[in-house]
């Protein structure tokens, strides 16, 4: 099976910066669209950023113009530049993938376990 692993979450104060990255990992023939989406406590998790190829981005209105996705097919990663961060921003961030198999494996939607970002002064 495939698998996603996060990492870069943390606290930061508003206005601050961080870096989400998220690496693929297994038996990967190709990966179709990745992207981030986001948990807080007591709502859904709602789509953040989505990057379908390099030459196509789709963001939530909520962070237009704060975050970049970024996506590198050879090293099978996807990152979120989060700028300009704001205590509304404080969630779980989950990277998301559908992932073609390679083998006997079979094309799924995999998740990442989830990064804390904390955004409070």
């Known amino acids: 099976q495939a698998r996603l692993v996060e990492s870069g979450g943390g606290l930061v104060q508003p206005g601050g910066s961080l870096r989400l990255s998220c690496a693929a990992s297994?038996?990967?023939?190709?990966?179709?669209?990745m992207g981030w989406y986001r948990q807080a406590p007591g709502k859904e998790r709602e789509l953040v950023a989505s990057?379908?190829?390099?030459?196509?981005?789709v963001y939530a209105d909520s962070v237009k113009g704060r975050f970049t996705i970024s996506r590198d097919d050879v090293k099978k990663t996807v990152d979120l530049q989060m700028n300009s961060l704001k205590p509304e921003d404080t969630a779980v961030y989950y990277c998301?993938?559908?992932?073609?198999?390679?083998?006997?494996?079979?094309?799924?939607?995999?998740w990442g376990q989830g990064t804390q970002v904390t955004v409070s002064s």
């Open positions: 998301h993938a559908y992932i073609i198999g390679s083998g006997s494996y079979s094309s799924s939607n995999y």
């Open positions: 297994g038996p990967i023939f190709s990966i179709r669209t």
């Open positions: 990057i379908p190829s390099s030459a196509r981005t």
